[in-house]
């Protein structure tokens, strides 16, 4: 979808204008300096937008065939940011652009000041290569779709770092996309394809998916081959494909995991890769609604919400279930006895995120592991990284 398509949605504004200047810096000459900045801070943990920026700056910056050479991927919580630095100012004899990507951001903003690794950012970008683009990524806090209503936590880490990077990075803001955003970029997308969606339908879907990104854009693919014949997309092709269909399997799931039934949960997760094709957006999209749906049962459990008429003011707007999962997610939150029980299970979804995340050999094996695990004891040990990274992360 074009630029001027969608620059009416606010929730796509940040992102659109990183992409403006990605396509300014593909277009122009082979060996100019990139009109871009030398570094970036990718702000939030909406994992569409992250994806969409990400896939961006690769497509326009690097080419195919170099980019095993180009690309680089850095965890904070393994590997120093003076390394990712050096491998920034180190120019590659054989990629002409290398694009470093900076995991992990939180770690500089804690346990002290960690004034040397500041002034280490602060000098390179003094005389960036510019052959070389940084990409910090700050998914550890939540940006809503009204920045003004961000949670307290999350506005002080935002600001801190506006302070410490805003001067020589491009703020990039990746927050939740609005359900009527949502709504709209569904049928411009779909006109992008050739197909038409109508508006009732579109707020179907955002409505059935509790407005996840990730979700709306695999369940567009699926619907526009569906609906190829006719070239429209109207409720009815919503409700067959979708509603009874990918959002129950996915809290038949997390039924099957909180009821502790390891062979049921197994095959329902066998059933939603086999529907999405197991792809590495799809396992990833997957990830991100488990670790939603346990997020809105911690806030279910803490609120001791008993009704589904109470959890409308439990959950804000953005993070509530679809009508027909509220008494399933009442239920299944219910049945996890503390507060601790639902961050073990959040941890351990944040773990396999990081684990798809580093390129694994089998991402099925990864989802495999995770729910034995989700579904195994609760007073299981936590993960063996550091416990702070996958609660915060995923919380």
């Known amino acids: 979808m074009s630029a001027g398509a969608q620059g009416t949605l606010r929730s796509f504004s940040s992102s659109d ?67 990712a630095l050096d491998r920034a100012r180190t120019p590659s004899l054989l990629a002409p652009f290398q694009i470093i990507f900076v995991r992990g951001l939180k770690i500089l903003y804690s346990r002290g000041g960690r004034k040397e690794e500041f002034a280490a950012i602060r000098e390179y970008f003094r005389s960036p290569n510019p052959q070389a683009l940084l990409i910090f990524v700050a998914d550890h806090l939540t940006i809503p779709a009204d920045i003004r209503r961000m949670e307290m936590q999350d506005k002080e880490r935002y600001e801190r770092i506006r302070d410490t990077l805003g001067e020589d990075c491009g703020m990039v803001e990746l927050c939740r996309v609005e359900e009527s955003d949502a709504a709209r970029w569904l049928v411009v997308a779909a006109q992008s394809r050739g197909a038409q969606f109508e508006p009732d339908a579109a707020r179907e879907l955002v409505d059935a998916l509790g407005g996840n990104m990730m979700a709306i854009a695999s369940e567009l693919e699926k619907l526009t081959l569906y609906a190829a014949a006719s070239g429209r997309i109207g409720l009815g092709d919503v409700e067959a494909m979708v509603v009874a269909a990918r959002q129950r399997s996915l809290y038949e799931l997390t039924d099957a995991i909180s009821a502790k039934d390891k062979a049921r949960a197994l095959a329902l997760l066998h059933g939603m890769l086999n529907a999405s094709g197991g792809g590495e957006n799809s396992a990833i999209g997957h990830l991100f609604l488990l670790a939603r749906t346990f997020r809105q049962m911690l806030v279910v459990l803490e609120k001791n919400v008993r009704d589904s008429r109470a959890i409308w003011q439990a959950l804000w707007p953005g993070f509530r279930p679809p009508p027909f999962a509220a008494d399933d997610l009442i239920r299944q939150a219910r049945r996890y006895k503390s507060r601790r029980d639902l961050l073990r299970a959040i941890g351990l979804v944040a773990r396999a995120d990081w684990e798809l995340r580093s390129s694994p050999p089998d991402k099925r094996l990864v989802l495999e592991r995770l729910v034995l695990a989700l579904a195994g004891e609760t007073g299981a040990a936590r993960p063996s990284e550091p416990e702070g990274l996958w609660v915060e992360n995923g919380a």
């Open 17 to 83: 204008r990183f992409l403006a200047e990605v396509r300014a810096a593909s277009a122009s000459q082979a060996g100019a300096r990139v009109p871009m900045r030398a570094g970036y801070v990718f702000l939030g943990d909406e994992v569409f937008l992250y994806e969409r920026c990400r896939r961006a700056a690769i497509d326009g910056l690097v080419e195919p065939a170099l980019r095993g050479l180009s690309l680089s991927e850095v965890d904070l919580a393994s590997t120093g940011i003076f390394e």
